[in-house]
């Protein structure tokens, strides 16, 4: 290349370093105003996102800029040149790019938890659902192992349960509301309905993550398998890993998925677009249903929607891939929050739950 031209597309690099800074700062203040949203992902994990990715395309654009500058350097008459100076000024390019990557680095491990988690409780729900004869607060666990639930016992309920697993915005007094109370409680057909709050949530202690997530499964699932005849499994999006898991390691009679995903890593990709080879140990949160998928053996429904803006279409798909029992019903024209509202995947629970079976 033209030396005479390195000047140039140096002052270029400056004005694109520039410009990723702005425009990080143009999106941020525009979210934060508008209180934009991506499905159901909070502000706070779509502002470290747009972080992460400022912070690589600033050490992307940084690295031509130094080897562009080493070489001007490299040009200049010798009388100009300083050994020690110029050794000095080559550690401090290499700090700055190792600190802009670290930087980056970090952003993701930690932000993926604010993207991804969206702890509620409280709300005055729970003084509701107290006053209500059928509905009861269940505790599992004990110690720093403890988990709080509530279920739903309708008249007619028999011995079985359906153990739900909720959103990431899901706590366990809302779901039982809006599933029991305000939704659809005769899709259940005569089955109680269980949901026991992820750590950080409701009133369970702790933090959420797959780790203390799935470690919630196996506390409450041999309790919960020895207190009824029959457990069902139900999840919805971000609880769907959570039912798959514990359709893997427990004995349950059906699984029921609604809206979702194969593992977090393509959920992720689907927003940035980085996670692959060696840069997959980032995610930590992966919730590899597609591997557990393989050791299920009971019958699975899976209800998913074309028009899914959070999760896929493609990802749901490819899970029901994974199974060797996986009866799956499209619905068009539904969002990711609108799935549960369905008639369509009311009717077809309520079918599942009765015969095991899709028809």
Known sequence: MDKRKLPVIRHILKILRFAVIIGFIALTAMTLRNGQEFGSMPLSGIILIRAAVAL?????????ELRIRKKLRSSEPAAEKSGPE??????????????????????VWFGQDYALFIPRRGEGIEQILEEDPECSREVFGSGGDTYVGWLWSPKDSDGSVVVYFGGNAQFSALAIRSWCMDNAADMFGGHKVLCVDYPGYGESPGRPGEKAIFRMVDTVMPQIISSYDRVYLMGFSLGTGAATYAAANYDTETLILIAPYDNMTNVYNDNLNIFHGPLKALIHNRFESDVYAHSVAEPVLIIASEDDEVISFRHSRRLGECFDRAGFITVKNAGHNDIPDLEETKDAIRKFLGRGTVK
């Open 56 to 64: 690589i395309l600033f050490a992307v654009l940084l690295v031509p």
């Open 86 to 107: 110029k050794k000095h000024t080559g550690l401090k390019a290499a700090a700055a790019v190792i600190c802009v990557i670290a930087a980056a680095v970090l952003l």
